[in-house]
């Protein structure tokens, strides 16, 4: 079975600055990853994904998320936070294809300040 | 872009009751579809799989007759929590996965609260 680890339940930065949120991953097969963000009483939003081929994927909104299998990782970044970037945003993971059952990490806040 | 809608938004309910929860897919055929269930402040838990036209498959733990799922065509999935109770006090929400590379990944609808009273 798959999974799916997020460090960090709560990240805050100031506005401008790097944005990184971790998610390290967990699974038997090729894996398909995703980001997604979640505003308050909202559903989801994809951000990115990964399914195969150039291990950098650039998203919506200035976000990247590089697939490192070595690391089992698919860390989230952004250079420069915004105060709208504030929201929760949780990694997920499948292995049947993109449009196959994902397994979520527990998400991770993001808070930005002044 | 596809849109996914779900009705209604809200819904408070007295214990005891069910709660019928509308999925539609509004601009795409959605062959899959799936519900999630989210605790405050947690992430989204798999509740079931439904594909048009068939049974759902219900994932470990959840109650196939305490939350009945029927995806009868390819725009609507309905998730109905029958004798609520406060404990499925709970954010709902759907997904939808269609026909084509367009619609081959889920997009997510904006989710319905339940309050049980």
């Known amino acids: 079975a798959q999974s799916v680890t997020q460090l960090g339940s709560h990240v805050s930065v100031s506005e401008g600055a790097l944005v990184l949120l971790r998610c390290n991953y967990s699974?038997?097969?090729?894996?398909?990853l995703f980001w997604y963000v979640q505003y308050p009483n909202q559903g989801l939003q994809l951000l990115l994904k990964y399914t195969t081929g150039a291990t950098l994927v650039k998203g919506i909104n200035g976000f990247e998320a590089e697939f490192k299998k070595s690391e089992t990782s698919f860390h989230l970044t952004k250079p420069s936070a915004h105060m709208s970037d504030a929201a929760e945003y949780f990694c997920?993971?499948?292995?049947?294809?993109?449009?196959?059952?994902?397994?979520f990490g527990t998400g991770t806040r993001l808070q930005v300040t002044l | 872009g596809a849109v996914v809608s779900q009705h209604p938004s809200w819904v408070i309910c007295k214990s005891g009751t069910s709660v019928k929860i509308e999925c539609r897919s509004l601009d795409f055929q959605a062959t899959t579809m799936f519900w999630y269930r989210q605790f405050p402040k947690q992430s989204l838990m798999l509740m079931a799989t439904?594909?048009?036209?068939?049974?759902?498959?219900?994932e470990q733990g959840v109650e196939k007759d305490k939350f009945l799922i029927n995806h009868a065509s390819l725009t609507l999935s309905t998730l109905t929590v029958t004798s609520a109770h406060p404990e499925d006090s709970s954010f709902y929400i759907c997904s939808a996965a269609g026909r084509g590379s367009s619609y081959n990944e889920q997009f997510f609808g904006p989710g319905t609260r339940l309050t049980v009273l």
């Open positions: 439904s594909n048009e036209g068939s049974k759902a498959t219900y």
């Open positions: 699974s038997s097969v090729p894996p398909y």
């Open positions: 997920a993971v499948s292995v049947g294809g993109t449009a196959s059952k994902l397994t």
